[in-house]
Antibody, heavy 120, light 107 residues
Framework: EVQLVQSGAEVKKPGDSLKISCKGS????????IAWVRQMPGKGLEWMGN????????KYSPSFQGQVTISADKSISTAFLQWSSLKASDTAIYYC?????????????WGRGTLVIVSS | EIMMTQSPATLSVSPGERATLSCRAS??????LAWYQQKPGQAPRLLIY???TRATGIPARFSGSGSGTEFTLTISSLQSEDFAVYYC??????????FGGGTKVEI
């Protein structure tokens, strides 16, 4: 079964660092794009960026460039999203999603999401 | 950056009725348009890609049409499990990928 398993919910304080994960299984992790998508409370979907694990090619949204770091470790079939200094406005659900086999921009399979709460 | 605009924001429909959702791109995205469904408390799910191709396992009551800047998602006969928020997203010459603001289909 093809699936993406995301790490669990996090509660952090402003200024903390954080790294969340997304582990793929049941498919060739190296060869398909992984996207990260933010959903703030009660709001819509925002694309943050994509990574191609095979060569670590990364595409960032201009809105998130410099605010987060996307990475992947293909040896453990896992993609990561990290922050060096969280803000309250980073409170959201973060989804990873796998690009389709033929088109990386089609988000064919989604993880269940990681809830990140940033509060003092 | 290509902007995606969905209308209406909320659509009130009775079970068994037809629902028509619209998505407009600020410039042509050809057929590079996907639709997603998100139910409360769940992750989004891919419904349609290539503007009109149903994803695996998606019922035939869901259909997509359009090209260029104007797109439509039609649900031919709404079932109780179809009440959700629907998002369009373009993937033409990405990055970036851009989502519309969503249409909530409610009873």
């Amino acid at each position: 079964e093809v699936q993406l398993v995301q790490s669990g919910a996090e509660v952090k304080k402003p200024g903390d660092s954080l790294k969340i994960s997304c582990k793929g299984s049941g498919y060739s992790f190296d060869n398909q794009w992984i996207a990260w998508v933010r959903q703030m409370p009660g709001k819509g979907l925002e694309w943050m960026g994509n990574i191609f694990p095979g060569d670590s090619d990364i595409k960032y949204s201009p809105s998130f460039q410099g605010q987060v770091t996307i990475s992947a470790d293909k040896s453990i079939s896992t993609a990561f999203l990290q922050w060096s200094s969280l803000k309250a406005s980073d409170t959201a659900i973060y989804y990873c999603a796998k690009g389709s086999t033929y088109e990386g921009g089609v988000l064919a399979l989604w993880g269940r999401g990681t809830l990140v709460i940033v509060s003092s | 950056e290509i902007m995606m605009t969905q209308s209406p924001a909320t659509l009130s429909v009775s079970p068994g009725e037809r629902a028509t959702l619209s998505c407009r791109a600020s410039q042509s995205v050809s057929h590079n348009l996907a639709w997603y469904q998100q139910k409360p408390g769940q992750a989004p799910r891919l419904l349609i890609y290539g503007a009109s191709t149903r994803a695996t396992g998606i019922p035939a009551r869901f259909s997509g049409s359009g090209s260029g800047t104007e797109f439509t998602l039609t649900i031919s006969s709404l079932q109780s499990e179809d009440f959700a928020v629907y998002y369009c997203q373009h993937y033409n010459s990405w990055p970036p990928l851009t989502f519309g603001g969503g249409t909530k289909v409610e009873i």
